[in-house]
Nanobody
Framework: QVQLVESGGGLAQPGGSLRLSCAASGFTFSSYAMSWARQAPGKGLERVSGIDSDGSGTYYADPVKGRFIISRDNAKNTLFLQMNSLKPEDSALYYC?????????RGQGTQVTVSS
């Protein structure tokens, strides 16, 4: 069965950086596009970044464009999100997301809090 385990969240100051990781198992990781999404309290799930199965193409939502970098290591079945120049509005629960066959699967999330 699919397992997605996020890590790397925490408390960061405005302008700081964090690197999120997602360890994937239970499926052929290298065959699927992957995404990061986030959900702040009282708000809906927002897709912030995506990457093609081989890493050749990426997507960034406007609020994070130029600050976040998505990458993947298919040999290690791991997805990453490098978050730079963090802002308080980036505070949210961040999820690693797999979409296949019309079904979205995600992990338990890792909390990111940006505050001075």
């Amino acid at each position: 069965q699919v397992q997605l385990v996020e890590s790397g969240g925490g408390l960061a100051q405005p302008g700081g950086s964090l690197r999120l990781s997602c360890a994937a198992s239970g499926f052929t990781f290298s065959s699927y596009a992957m995404s990061w999404a986030r959900q702040a309290p009282g708000k809906g799930l927002e897709r912030v970044s995506g990457i093609d199965s081989d890493g050749s193409g990426t997507y960034y939502a406007d609020p994070v464009k130029g600050r976040f970098i998505i990458s993947r290591d298919n040999a290690k079945n791991t997805l990453f999100l490098q978050m730079n120049s963090l802002k308080p509005e980036d505070s949210a629960l961040y999820y690693c997301v797999l979409e296949r066959g019309g079904v979205m699967e995600r992990g338990q999330g890792t909390q990111v809090t940006v505050s001075s």
